[in-house]
C-alpha cells in the first residue's frame, strides 16, 4: 500500500491474523513517511492522517457512523479490520462503504498447504500437518503457537489449547456461554440459545452473531478441534455453571421437542446427569440401526438412569462387542422377570456360537427351556441343530406363542424350520424353506447364533448349489453396511470359501491388518486359518500351509465343533494328510462323526466331509480309508433330488480319481467327472482331477485332451470371477507353486474377453517364439539348462528366462504341468 488515498477492510474471526494484517499496513505507511491515527478522529482533527483502526466491531455506533462518513471522503484513507457481524446495522453500513472501492480481505484459516510451507520454514517435519489441523483448526493464531512449542520440544496441541483460553479470556461471560452451548450442536440459532441462557430473543440473536463472527464455530474447523474448544470454554467457565448452563438447554430442548440425537449424545457424554436425558436416549435406541442404538444405550447409562440392559447387550453383541455383551447377559440371566432371563440366553448363546462354544449355548437353552418369544425360540432351535439335538430344536419351535405374529417374527421362526429339515428331509425342501424365509429378515437388529444369510449359505454349500451360495452371502455384504460387526466377516470369509473352491484363490482370503487377526472371535478365526490353509494347499505353498494348519490347529483344540463347522474341518483333515498329521485330527474327526451319528447322519451335512475324506486318503496313499467315505458317497447318490445329484458327482469324482492315480486313465469319465464337479462350484478339485489326468496318462493325445479340458474349465471360472459384482478380497497368499507340492492347478488372473478369444483361438505350440520352441524341444530331452545354453549359444539364465516364459504363455502352474502339455502339442504338432 502507497501514500496514495484509499479504503481497505480485513474481515477475520478470533486469531485469524487481523492484527498482524494492520501491522504490515502501519509499517508500510510510516515507511512512506504518512501520519496515522488509531482511532477515529474528531471533527477536523488531522485531515491528512491516514487512519488504521484494529477491531471495529468495538466501536460505539456514533463512532461506526463517523468513521462510515470519513470513508466516503475519496481524500482519505481508511483502513479498518472487524470481525463479520452480520446484524450490526452502523458495522454493516461501514463495511459496505469500504467495500465499494476495494473487495474485503477475508482471513481464513490456514490450509495443509499455508502449514506445511510454515512447517518447513521452521524446519518442522510435514508429517504434522494433520495433528495441527485437528489441534489448531487452522486458525492462524495457534497455529504459531504450536509451532513455537515445537520448535522448544513442548507438545504443540497443548500449547494451541493454551493459547486458545488466554484469548478467550478477553470475552464477556454471556458469550462464552453462547460459544460452550453452540460447540454441543451447529443447529442451535437464537431461540435455543435464549431460552438457554434466559434472555430476550434480541440480546441472543446479537451473541449468536457474535459467536459466529469469532470464527471458532465455522463448519469447515475439524471436529476435534470444536472439541478443543469445548474444552477450554468448560474449564473457563467453571464445572458449576459448565453443568448448569447445558442442564438449562436439555429441559428447554425437551421442552420445545426440539432435542436432536446428535445433541443428546453431546451433553450425556460431556457429563450430563438427567433421567429426562437417560430416558430420551432410550427411546430413541429403540428404532435406531445396532451401532448407534449402542451409543444411545452407553450414553444413557453415563446420563444416570440404568438403561434396560438386555437392550444393551442385544445392540453390544449386534455392533461386535461379544466381551461386553456377553457379561452383560450373564449378569441377567438372574433376573427376576422371565421375559429378561429368556432375552439374556439368545444373546449369551449368540456371543457363546460366536466364541466356538457351541455345546455352551445348547446347555443355555436346556437351562432355559421353551420360551413362547419367537426370536428366543428360534435361536434355540438353531443351536439345537448346530449340536446335532433334533430333539431341542422341535422342543424350542413347539413352545407356544402368544406373540404377534409380524413378518420378522414369522422370518426367524422360518429360518429355524428351515435349518431343522435340514436334518431330515431333503435338500430343496429345506432350501424352499430357508429361502422364503430370508426375503424376510430385512431390519432384523436382534443378534441371533447365525446370521440368516450365513446360514442358508452354509446349507447351500453343503448342498452343492454355489450359484446360490454366492448369490445370498453376496447380497448380504453389499447390503451389509456399517452395522455388520457381528456379521460382517462372517460373510466376507463365506464368500472368500465360495470363491477358494471355485479357483479363485487370489482373491478368497479377505485382508486383515495383525489387529483384526488378534482380535478374531473363534468362529472367525477357524474359518480364517482354514481358508488360509486351503488357499495355501491350493497354491502349493508348503511353507504358507503349514504356518496357517498350526495356527488353525490351536484354534480347532479350543473350539467346541458344532455342524456349521464341517466345511473348515474338512479342509484341516485334507491338509493333515498333506503334512502327514492325521493323527492330531482323530479326536475332531471323532467328534465330528459322533455329532452326525447324533443328528441321524444327514446327507446334506455328512456329504461334504467325507469327500474331504476321499482327499485326505488319496493323499495319504491309503485305499483301505479312501472306501468308507467313497461308500457313504455312493450311498448318499441314492438320495433323491439335487443333493442325490451332488453326491453321485463326488462318488464318480472319487472314482475316477483312485483310477487315474492307478494310471488307468479313461477319458470320458474324468471328462464326466470334471464337469460334475465344476457344476457344484469345485471348479479348482475338477481342474486338478483333469490335470493328474493328463500327468498319469501315457497317450499323448489323451493327456492333451485333459490339459484342454482343465483349461476350460478354468476359463469358464475366470469368466464368473470377472462377473463377481462383489468387491475381491486383496491377495494374501501367493499363487506361485512351490516344488513337490501335492496340487498341479490353480485359477490364472481373469483374462479380457478379447484374449480369452486370441488366446482359444491360436495353437498353443503356435504362440512360442522360434527360440522358445528350440527351448523347449530341448528341455524336453531332459537337458540341463546349461547345456542348452551352450547348445544355442546363450546363458543359462536366458534358457531360465525363457522357460519361465513357457510357462506363463502355456498357462502351467507348475514345471511338470508345463512338462506333460508340452508332449501333448508335440503330438498334435506332429
Same mark, same amino acid.
Not at 4 to 10: K, Q
Not at 133 to 151: D, E, H, M, Q
Not at 205 to 230: E, K, N, W
Not at 340 to 365: E, N, T, Y
Given at each position: 500500500?502507497?501514500?496514495?488515498?484509499?479504503?481497505?477492510?480485513?474481515?477475520?474471526?478470533?486469531?485469524?491474523?487481523?492484527?498482524?494484517?494492520?501491522?504490515?499496513?502501519?509499517?508500510?505507511?510510516?515507511?512512506?513517511?504518512?501520519?496515522?491515527?488509531?482511532?477515529?478522529?474528531?471533527?477536523?482533527?488531522?485531515?491528512?492522517?491516514?487512519?488504521?483502526?484494529?477491531?471495529?466491531?468495538?466501536?460505539?455506533?456514533?463512532?461506526?457512523?463517523?468513521?462510515?462518513?470519513?470513508?466516503?471522503?475519496?481524500?482519505?484513507?481508511?483502513?479498518?479490520?472487524?470481525?463479520?457481524?452480520?446484524?450490526?446495522?452502523?458495522?454493516?453500513?461501514?463495511?459496505?462503504?469500504?467495500?465499494?472501492?476495494?473487495?474485503?480481505?477475508?482471513?481464513?484459516?490456514?490450509?495443509?498447504?499455508?502449514?506445511?510451507?510454515?512447517?518447513?520454514?521452521?524446519?518442522?517435519?510435514?508429517?504434522?500437518?494433520?495433528?495441527?489441523?485437528?489441534?489448531?483448526?487452522?486458525?492462524?493464531?495457534?497455529?504459531?503457537?504450536?509451532?513455537?512449542?515445537?520448535?522448544?520440544?513442548?507438545?504443540?496441541?497443548?500449547?494451541?489449547?493454551?493459547?486458545?483460553?488466554?484469548?478467550?479470556?478477553?470475552?464477556?461471560?454471556?458469550?462464552?456461554?453462547?460459544?460452550?452451548?453452540?460447540?454441543?450442536?451447529?443447529?442451535?440459532?437464537?431461540?435455543?440459545?435464549?431460552?438457554?441462557?434466559?434472555?430476550?430473543?434480541?440480546?441472543?440473536?446479537?451473541?449468536?452473531?457474535?459467536?459466529?463472527?469469532?470464527?471458532?464455530?465455522?463448519?469447515?474447523?475439524?471436529?476435534?478441534?470444536?472439541?478443543?474448544?469445548?474444552?477450554?470454554?468448560?474449564?473457563?467457565?467453571?464445572?458449576?455453571?459448565?453443568?448448569?448452563?447445558?442442564?438449562?438447554?436439555?429441559?428447554?430442548?425437551?421442552?420445545?421437542?426440539?432435542?436432536?440425537?446428535?445433541?443428546?449424545?453431546?451433553?450425556?457424554?460431556?457429563?450430563?446427569?438427567?433421567?429426562?436425558?437417560?430416558?430420551?436416549?432410550?427411546?430413541?435406541?429403540?428404532?435406531?440401526?445396532?451401532?448407534?442404538?449402542?451409543?444411545?444405550?452407553?450414553?444413557?447409562?453415563?446420563?444416570?438412569?440404568?438403561?434396560?440392559?438386555?437392550?444393551?447387550?442385544?445392540?453390544?453383541?449386534?455392533?461386535?462387542?461379544?466381551?461386553?455383551?456377553?457379561?452383560?447377559?450373564?449378569?441377567?440371566?438372574?433376573?427376576?422377570?422371565?421375559?429378561?432371563?429368556?432375552?439374556?440366553?439368545?444373546?449369551?448363546?449368540?456371543?457363546?456360537?460366536?466364541?466356538?462354544?457351541?455345546?455352551?449355548?445348547?446347555?443355555?437353552?436346556?437351562?432355559?427351556?421353551?420360551?413362547?418369544?419367537?426370536?428366543?425360540?428360534?435361536?434355540?432351535?438353531?443351536?439345537?441343530?448346530?449340536?446335532?439335538?433334533?430333539?431341542?430344536?422341535?422342543?424350542?419351535?413347539?413352545?407356544?406363542?402368544?406373540?404377534?405374529?409380524?413378518?420378522?417374527?414369522?422370518?426367524?421362526?422360518?429360518?429355524?424350520?428351515?435349518?431343522?429339515?435340514?436334518?431330515?428331509?431333503?435338500?430343496?425342501?429345506?432350501?424352499?424353506?430357508?429361502?422364503?424365509?430370508?426375503?424376510?429378515?430385512?431390519?432384523?437388529?436382534?443378534?441371533?447364533?447365525?446370521?440368516?444369510?450365513?446360514?442358508?449359505?452354509?446349507?447351500?454349500?453343503?448342498?452343492?448349489?454355489?450359484?446360490?451360495?454366492?448369490?445370498?452371502?453376496?447380497?448380504?455384504?453389499?447390503?451389509?453396511?456399517?452395522?455388520?460387526?457381528?456379521?460382517?466377516?462372517?460373510?466376507?470369509?463365506? &464368500?472368500?470359501?465360495?470363491?477358494?473352491?471355485?479357483?479363485?484363490?487370489?482373491? @478368497?482370503?479377505?485382508?486383515?491388518?495383525?489387529?483384526?487377526?488378534?482380535?478374531?472371535?473363534?468362529?472367525?478365526?477357524?474359518?480364517?486359518?482354514?481358508?488360509?490353509?486351503?488357499?495355501?494347499?491350493?497354491?502349493?505353498?508348503?511353507?504358507?500351509?503349514?504356518?496357517?494348519?498350526?495356527?488353525?490347529?490351536?484354534?480347532?483344540?479350543?473350539?467346541?465343533?458344532?455342524?456349521?463347522?464341517?466345511?473348515?474341518?474338512?479342509? &484341516?483333515?485334507?491338509?493333515?494328510?498333506?503334512?502327514?498329521?492325521?493323527?492330531?485330527?482323530?479326536?475332531?474327526?471323532?467328534?465330528?462323526?459322533? &455329532?452326525?451319528?447324533?443328528?441321524?447322519?444327514?446327507?446334506?451335512?455328512?456329504?461334504?466331509?467325507?469327500?474331504?475324506?476321499?482327499?485326505?486318503?488319496?493323499?495319504?496313499?491309503?485305499?483301505?480309508?479312501?472306501?468308507?467315505?467313497?461308500?457313504?458317497? @455312493?450311498?448318499?447318490?441314492?438320495?433323491?433330488?439335487?443333493?442325490?445329484?451332488?453326491?453321485?458327482?463326488?462318488?464318480?469324482?472319487?472314482?475316477?480319481?483312485?483310477?487315474?492315480?492307478?494310471?488307468?486313465?479313461?477319458?470320458?469319465?474324468?471328462?464326466?467327472?470334471?464337469?460334475?464337479?465344476?457344476?457344484?462350484?469345485?471348479?479348482?478339485?475338477?481342474?486338478?482331477?483333469?490335470?493328474?489326468?493328463?500327468?498319469?496318462? @501315457?497317450?499323448?493325445?489323451?493327456?492333451?485332451?485333459?490339459?484342454?479340458?482343465?483349461?476350460?474349465?478354468?476359463?469358464?471360472?475366470?469368466?464368473?470371477?470377472?462377473?463377481?459384482?462383489?468387491?475381491?478380497?486383496?491377495?494374501?497368499?501367493?499363487?506361485?507353486?512351490?516344488?513337490?507340492?501335492?496340487?498341479?492347478?490353480?485359477?490364472?488372473?481373469?483374462?479380457?474377453?478379447? @484374449?480369452?478369444?486370441?488366446?482359444?483361438?491360436?495353437?498353443?505350440?503356435?504362440?512360442?517364439?522360434?527360440?522358445?520352441?528350440?527351448?523347449?524341444?530341448?528341455?524336453?530331452?531332459?537337458?540341463?539348462?546349461?547345456?542348452?545354453?551352450?547348445?544355442?549359444?546363450?546363458?543359462?539364465?536366458?534358457?531360465?528366462?525363457?522357460?519361465?516364459?513357457?510357462?506363463?504363455?502355456?498357462?502351467?502352474?507348475?514345471?511338470?504341468?508345463? &512338462?506333460?502339455?508340452?508332449?501333448?502339442?508335440?503330438?498334435?504338432?506332429?
Amino acid at each position: 500500500m502507497t501514500a496514495a488515498a484509499g479504503t481497505s477492510l480485513v474481515l477475520g474471526g478470533i486469531g485469524s491474523g487481523k492484527t498482524t494484517a494492520l501491522e504490515a499496513v502501519r509499517n508500510t505507511l510510516r515507511a512512506n513517511g504518512t501520519t496515522m491515527l488509531a482511532r477515529v478522529p474528531k471533527p477536523g482533527e488531522a485531515p491528512e492522517a491516514a487512519i488504521v483502526i484494529d477491531d471495529a466491531q468495538l466501536l460505539s455506533p456514533a463512532e461506526l457512523d463517523a468513521l462510515t462518513e470519513l470513508a466516503g471522503d475519496p481524500a482519505r484513507t481508511v483502513v479498518v479490520s472487524a470481525e463479520p457481524l452480520a446484524h450490526e446495522p452502523a458495522l454493516n453500513a461501514l463495511t459496505t462503504t469500504l467495500s465499494r472501492q476495494h473487495p474485503p480481505i477475508q482471513l481464513a484459516p490456514m490450509t495443509p498447504r499455508e502449514i506445511n510451507e510454515a512447517l518447513g520454514r521452521a524446519g518442522v517435519p510435514g508429517t504434522q500437518v494433520p495433528a495441527l489441523i485437528a489441534g489448531t483448526g487452522g486458525i492462524p493464531l495457534l497455529v504459531y503457537s504450536a509451532l513455537s512449542a515445537l520448535a522448544s520440544g513442548a507438545d504443540p496441541v497443548r500449547a494451541a489449547s493454551v493459547a486458545l483460553s488466554e484469548r478467550l479470556r478477553r470475552l464477556d461471560e454471556h458469550l462464552l456461554d453462547t460459544l460452550l452451548l453452540c460447540s454441543l450442536s451447529p443447529e442451535l440459532g437464537p431461540d435455543d440459545i435464549a431460552a438457554a441462557l434466559q434472555l430476550p430473543g434480541d440480546d441472543a440473536a446479537v451473541l449468536m452473531d457474535r459467536a459466529r463472527a469469532s470464527g471458532l464455530l465455522s463448519a469447515s474447523l475439524h471436529p476435534r478441534f470444536i472439541d478443543t474448544l469445548h474444552r477450554c470454554l468448560t474449564r473457563l467457565v467453571g464445572a458449576a455453571r459448565h453443568r448448569e448452563t447445558e442442564c438449562r438447554l436439555l429441559r428447554s430442548q425437551i421442552e420445545s421437542v426440539t432435542l436432536s440425537t446428535e445433541l443428546a449424545l453431546k451433553l450425556a457424554e460431556h457429563g450430563t446427569v438427567d433421567d429426562l436425558l437417560a430416558a430420551d436416549l432410550i427411546h430413541r435406541a429403540g428404532s435406531a440401526a445396532p451401532r448407534q442404538a449402542a451409543r444411545l444405550y452407553r450414553a444413557a447409562a453415563r446420563a444416570g438412569t440404568a438403561p434396560a440392559d438386555v437392550h444393551l447387550a442385544d445392540a453390544l453383541a449386534v455392533t461386535g462387542d461379544c466381551a461386553t455383551a456377553g457379561a452383560l447377559a450373564d449378569e441377567l440371566l438372574t433376573a427376576d422377570d422371565v421375559a429378561v432371563r429368556a432375552q439374556a440366553v439368545r444373546i449369551a448363546a449368540s456371543v457363546a456360537m460366536h466364541d466356538g462354544a457351541a455345546a455352551h449355548a445348547a446347555d443355555l437353552f436346556r437351562w432355559l427351556g421353551p420360551d413362547a418369544d419367537p426370536f428366543v425360540a428360534a435361536a434355540g432351535a438353531v443351536v439345537g441343530v448346530a449340536t446335532a439335538d433334533a430333539d431341542l430344536a422341535r422342543a424350542c419351535l413347539q413352545a407356544e406363542n402368544s406373540n404377534p405374529p409380524t413378518s420378522s417374527a414369522r422370518a426367524a421362526r422360518g429360518m429355524a424350520e428351515g435349518m431343522l429339515l435340514t436334518l431330515d428331509q431333503p435338500f430343496a425342501v429345506a432350501m424352499a424353506r430357508l429361502t422364503q424365509a430370508l426375503g424376510s429378515t430385512n431390519g432384523v437388529h436382534s443378534v441371533a447364533p447365525d446370521s440368516p444369510a450365513a446360514l442358508l449359505s452354509l446349507v447351500a454349500l453343503h448342498g452343492g448349489d454355489a450359484v446360490r451360495a454366492r448369490s445370498v452371502i453376496g447380497r448380504a455384504i453389499r447390503t451389509g453396511g456399517g452395522d455388520a460387526g457381528f456379521t460382517g466377516l462372517r460373510h466376507r470369509l463365506l &464368500l472368500g470359501w465360495i470363491r477358494m473352491l471355485d479357483g479363485q484363490l487370489d482373491s @478368497a482370503v479377505p485382508a486383515l491388518g495383525a489387529p483384526e487377526v488378534a482380535d478374531l472371535h473363534r468362529r472367525d478365526a477357524l474359518w480364517f486359518t482354514a481358508l488360509q490353509t486351503a488357499v495355501a494347499r491350493r497354491s502349493g505353498d508348503t511353507g504358507a500351509l503349514q504356518k496357517h494348519w498350526y495356527a488353525a490347529m490351536e484354534v480347532l483344540a479350543e473350539y467346541s465343533l458344532d455342524l456349521f463347522a464341517l466345511l473348515p474341518l474338512g479342509e &484341516l483333515w485334507v491338509a493333515a494328510a498333506r503334512l502327514q498329521q492325521l493323527d492330531q485330527l482323530r479326536q475332531p474327526l471323532a467328534e465330528a462323526f459322533g &455329532l452326525l451319528r447324533a443328528a441321524g447322519n444327514p446327507t446334506l451335512w455328512a456329504v461334504p466331509l467325507h469327500w474331504a475324506g476321499v482327499h485326505a486318503g488319496i493323499l495319504a496313499n491309503a485305499p483301505e480309508a479312501v472306501a468308507p467315505h467313497g461308500q457313504a458317497l @455312493a450311498a448318499a447318490s441314492r438320495a433323491e433330488g439335487a443333493h442325490g445329484a451332488y453326491a453321485t458327482a463326488l462318488a464318480a469324482a472319487g472314482r475316477a480319481w483312485l483310477r487315474v492315480l492307478a494310471d488307468g486313465v479313461d477319458a470320458a469319465e474324468v471328462t464326466a467327472a470334471a464337469r460334475g464337479l465344476a457344476r457344484f462350484g469345485l471348479t479348482w478339485d475338477a481342474t486338478r482331477l483333469a490335470s493328474q489326468a493328463a500327468l498319469h496318462s @501315457a497317450d499323448g493325445r489323451i493327456s492333451g485332451a485333459m490339459l484342454q479340458l482343465a483349461r476350460d474349465l478354468k476359463q469358464d471360472a475366470a469368466l464368473e470371477a470377472a462377473a463377481d459384482p462383489i468387491e475381491p478380497a486383496a491377495p494374501a497368499i501367493p499363487r506361485e507353486p512351490v516344488a513337490g507340492a501335492d496340487v498341479r492347478n490353480t485359477t490364472p488372473p481373469p483374462a479380457s474377453g478379447d @484374449a480369452r478369444a486370441t488366446a482359444a483361438a491360436t495353437p498353443a505350440w503356435t504362440r512360442l517364439s522360434d527360440r522358445e520352441r528350440e527351448v523347449a524341444e530341448l528341455v524336453l530331452q531332459g537337458m540341463p539348462y546349461r547345456d542348452i545354453g551352450a547348445r544355442l549359444l546363450i546363458s543359462a539364465k536366458t534358457v531360465e528366462h525363457h522357460v519361465a516364459r513357457i510357462r506363463r504363455r502355456l498357462g502351467a502352474e507348475s514345471r511338470s504341468e508345463m &512338462l506333460s502339455m508340452l508332449r501333448a502339442l508335440l503330438v498334435e504338432k506332429a
